[in-house]
């Protein structure tokens, strides 16, 4: 499956504790993208990425957050002193800048996390 | 800024009816338009976008879309649906040359046997 891959797909935390997730584009993929869904809701902007260039952060995106992507290849992203507002759908995505599909974003499976 | 709007939050219909899901936009300028189809607890799956050029949009599992710029719709259509088709549909904006895109809240379709 040469799809967008993300790990873990499931994590439980306590409050307070720091999480990481993991985002592997499709392998030509330049573009990659980070949303979150929170049930009920479209997914919502976070950040993205051009190559290992943080291009744009949301609003959302507060200071616990931290995104990188520092080979141009999978990114994180890191939450720290985790809330129970934090519990949600953790979604990336990722796009070519080249070719005939540069519009079209794709998204891996998804992390859920779980905030206690 | 730019926001989608899916009035409906259900839908349902038969299997072999007709199946529309609703969708209206803002946005400055002209449109990049997307819609996504999302399983449980599974990730987003592209169905089809329009860019430019026919207003009519053809995509994948025989959906279709018309993207209408006096009314700023963009609704999702399938002339025959099946109970597997049943899942939860996003549309989603994104100004031109702005790859940030903006969701609706989603559409769950039910179709029955």
């Known amino acids: 499956d040469t799809g967008v891959s993300q790990d873990p797909r499931h994590k439980i935390t306590k409050r307070g504790q720091n999480v990481t997730f993991r985002c592997d584009p499709i392998s030509e993929h330049n573009r990659l993208y980070w949303y979150r869904q929170t049930l009920g809701q479209g997914p919502e902007f976070l950040t993205y990425?051009?190559?290992?260039?943080?291009?744009?952060k949301s609003r959302l995106l507060s200071d616990r957050f931290s995104a990188e992507r520092p080979k141009g290849s999978f990114s994180t992203l890191e939450i720290q002193r985790t809330e129970q507002g934090d519990s949600a759908m953790y979604l990336c995505a990722s796009s070519a800048d080249s070719g005939g599909d540069t519009d079209t974003q794709y998204f891996g499976p998804g992390t859920r996390l779980t905030v206690l | 800024a730019q926001s989608v709007a899916q009035p409906e939050d259900q839908v349902n219909v038969a299997e072999g009816n007709p199946l529309t899901v609703k969708c209206t936009y803002s946005?400055?300028?002209?449109?990049?338009l997307f819609w996504y189809v999302q399983y449980p607890n599974r990730g987003l799956q592209f169905l089809l976008k329009?860019?430019?050029?026919?207003?009519l949009v053809k995509g994948s599992y025989g959906f279709e879309a018309e993207f209408n710029k006096s009314q700023t719709s963009f609704h999702l259509k399938k002339p025959s649906a099946l109970v597997s088709d049943s899942a939860l549909y996003f549309c989603a904006v994104s100004p031109r040359n702005d790859y940030k895109l903006s969701f609706g809240a989603g559409t769950t379709v039910t179709v029955r046997a």
């Open positions: 946005v400055s300028g002209n449109p990049y």
């Open positions: 990425f051009q190559n290992e260039a943080q291009l744009e």
């Open positions: 329009y860019i430019t050029g026919d207003n």
